[in-house]
């Protein structure tokens, strides 16, 4: 008798650390994901405060494309201030390349340090976003596998694990987000 209750006793400690175990490790696979949606949050407000500064640049040598420059802070205002919505942000892409072929247009603007300089930035915001993206969707992977993996599957919806979403791009967007701003100098 007292050689069952050892064994029901040492039965039920192996399932309290296999559960910890899983538990604490659907948690690290959990703020993985967390931080990559902070990520592309983060990338995407460095995106944001650079474009007042790209339209002030802009304004110096073609102050009279009114209707361009209203578009970009308008679109920056939209998908600066609401929910990260996939169709605020491309609204955003199409008027800031609107904005930048507008270095075609004029010249001197093309030709200016600042202009470039902010060009470049943006290049790299852009280049850092779409790391960011395929960070998140390989820790959601992650997560997602680790949660449906033998023996976490048992565990991880009583324990409150969900399924977590790839960053995922609507029809409008395919394409566009995540390729490299057209730069021309």
């Known amino acids: 008798m007292e050689v069952v209750a050892i064994v029901l006793i040492a039965l039920v400690v192996l399932l309290a650390l296999v559960v910890i175990g899983i538990y604490n490790r659907l948690v690290g696979l959990r703020q993985s994901v967390n931080q990559g949606v902070a990520d592309i949050d983060a990338q995407l407000r460095q995106r944001h405060d650079l474009i007042p500064n790209l339209v002030e640049t802009v304004k110096g040598y073609a102050g009279h494309e009114k209707e361009t420059l209203d578009a970009v802070i308008s679109a920056r205002n939209q998908a600066a201030n609401g929910p990260i919505s996939s169709g605020d942000e491309q609204g955003l892409r199409v008027a800031l390349d609107r904005?930048?072929?507008?270095?075609?247009?004029?010249?001197?603007l093309k030709a200016s340090?600042?202009?470039q300089e902010l060009q470049r930035e943006l290049t790299h915001v852009e280049d850092k976003l779409a790391a960011a993206r395929r960070?998140?969707?390989?820790?959601?992977?992650?997560?997602?596998?680790?949660?449906?993996?033998?023996p976490a599957v048992l565990f991880a919806g009583p324990l409150?694990?969900?399924?977590?979403?790839?960053?995922?791009?609507?029809?409008?967007?395919?394409?566009?987000?995540?390729?490299v701003p057209k730069v021309g100098f």
């Open 99 to 108: 904005l930048l072929a507008l270095g075609e247009a004029y010249p001197d």
């Open 113 to 115: 340090a600042n202009f």
């Open 135 to 150: 960070a998140l969707n390989a820790a959601v992977s992650r997560y997602n596998t680790g949660r449906e993996s033998f």
């Open 160 to 179: 409150g694990f969900q399924e977590a979403d790839f960053h995922r791009l609507d029809d409008s967007e395919k394409g566009v987000v995540d390729a």
